[in-house]
């Protein structure tokens, strides 16, 4: 039988798609097909919009459409206290808590000299300019608790320190090896009533 070539190339773009297998990718492209006219067109337009109007805040580099994104614009927030997190889902990891008060620092990433990450390609230049502009008294490293996290964690605050700013690390009530995004509220909440200088 031939492949139906349009129906190939959706599925194709579905498997794409981080922790997408075929199988997924296969529910999904029918279920688009399933959908009527409109409804592909309005999820057409979100996705290029998403893409075409989604930048990085100028000051804590974490997704926006607009120049600086809500947090950094709300001044009721304490922007003496900077959290910094390895990307995006994190901030609304933490922000799920309705716990903390302070500002956010997305690095877009983590140093990984195997897979060619260095310094350079996350944002640690960006955080260093902050704060050297700021009047920051604390930076907690909410980067994950894995290799990756801990050495780009303890490389920041090597930088940081000289500053005179005091540096942070969360506590390990989030699990070794696990991702900030699927903590739960609860296990957040106490990884940062418990972090510790570094």
Known sequence: MKKVVPLQNLINQFERLPGIGHKSAQRLAFHVLSMNE????????????????????????DLTDEQFCPICDDPARDSSTIC???????????????????????LHGVISPLNGVGPEDITVKELLARL?????????MATNPTAEGEATA?????????????????????PVGADLEYADEFTLLKAIEGRKKI
């Open 38 to 61: 409109k409804e592909v067109q309005a999820f057409a337009d979100a996705l290029t919009e998403a893409h075409s109007k989604i930048h990085r805040c100028e000051k804590c580099c």
């Open 132 to 140: 050297s502009d700021t009047n920051v008294k604390e930076v907690i």
């Open 84 to 106: 910094v997190v390895e990307d995006s889902r994190d901030v609304m990891a933490f922000e799920r808590t309705h716990e903390y008060n302070g500002v956010y620092h997305v």
């Open 154 to 174: 303890i490389f920041i605050a090597r930088l940081i320190k000289p500053m005179g700013i005091e540096v942070s690390r969360l506590a390990y009530g989030v």
